[in-house]
């Protein structure tokens, strides 16, 4: 089965600048997932989906991040004026409603902020 | 707040030993945890899970160990391969709806030959 497709995988911006990343997920698979890494740093959850709707983005800075998933399919990630903090590998993963799969994780997007 | 811990931030092994990954967790919620590897460049990738139910699952050359009554969880490889050099992470999720998971920050494992 084709895996979690994200893009794109490298992005250089200026601060207070906009960006947007991409996430296919498996097919089939109910539950999305946007994890931010930074350097040195665990996965941290910024939303997840289940189908098109949010279950969670209790930790996703409203300000300025925004996400969306149309159709309960692709998922678009948004930061919106960008900051240096912002720097991160961009997740997505994506899992069936079993958890016991756990997830399957894209190659992310490898966001520098400068 | 750090709910999953992981101290060691790297531990090396020469090829053909163990390799013990060690993870601590403090919310008594989790049941159920999960071990991930990542290479450079890729996404994590899970290797191994292991349910509140049970205090051992195997497979293969890897072995995950569970303490509910310490929370703490350990990842065992044998024997360990150069190949199994990557960053580990653990992984925990809790008795509600979302089942997101929490993870550590990470071992990075180096096996050398």
């Known amino acids: 089965e084709a895996g979690v497709a994200q893009s794109p995988r490298y992005k250089i911006i200026e601060k207070r600048q906009s960006v947007a990343f991409w996430c296919n997920p498996i097919?089939?698979?109910?539950?999305l997932y946007w994890y931010q890494q930074i350097l040195g740093q665990g996965p941290k959850l910024l939303i997840q989906?289940?189908?098109?709707?949010?279950?969670?983005d209790s930790q996703l800075p409203k300000d300025r991040f925004s996400a969306e998933r149309l159709k309960g399919v692709d998922s678009t990630l948004k930061i919106q004026p960008a900051k240096l903090e912002d720097s991160a590998v961009y997740l997505c993963?994506?899992?069936?409603?079993?958890?016991?799969?756990?997830?399957?994780f894209g190659s992310g997007t490898r966001l520098t902020v400068v | 707040d750090q709910q999953v811990k992981q101290n060691s931030p790297s531990l090396s092994v020469q090829e053909g030993r163990i390799s013990i990954l060690n993870c601590d967790y403090t919310?008594?919620?989790?049941?159920?945890f999960l071990w991930y590897k990542k290479y450079p460049a890729e996404g994590p990738t899970f290797l191994i899970s292991?349910?509140?139910?049970?205090d051992k699952n195997e497979d293969g050359r890897f072995t995950v160990f569970l303490n509910k009554s310490a929370k703490h969880l350990s990842l065992h490889i044998v024997p360990s391969q150069p190949g199994d050099s990557a960053v580990y992470f653990c992984?925990?999720?809790?008795?509600?709806?979302?089942?997101?998971?929490?993870f550590g920050t990470g071992t990075r494992l180096k096996v050398l030959a």
């Open positions: 993963a994506s899992s069936p409603l079993d958890r016991s799969y756990g997830y399957t």
């Open positions: 097919s089939g698979h109910a539950t």
């Open positions: 989906f289940q189908n098109n709707g949010v279950v969670d």
């Open positions: 919310n008594s919620m989790f049941d159920y």
């Open positions: 292991i349910s509140s139910i049970k």
């Open positions: 992984a925990a999720s809790g008795r509600t709806g979302t089942y997101k998971y929490i």
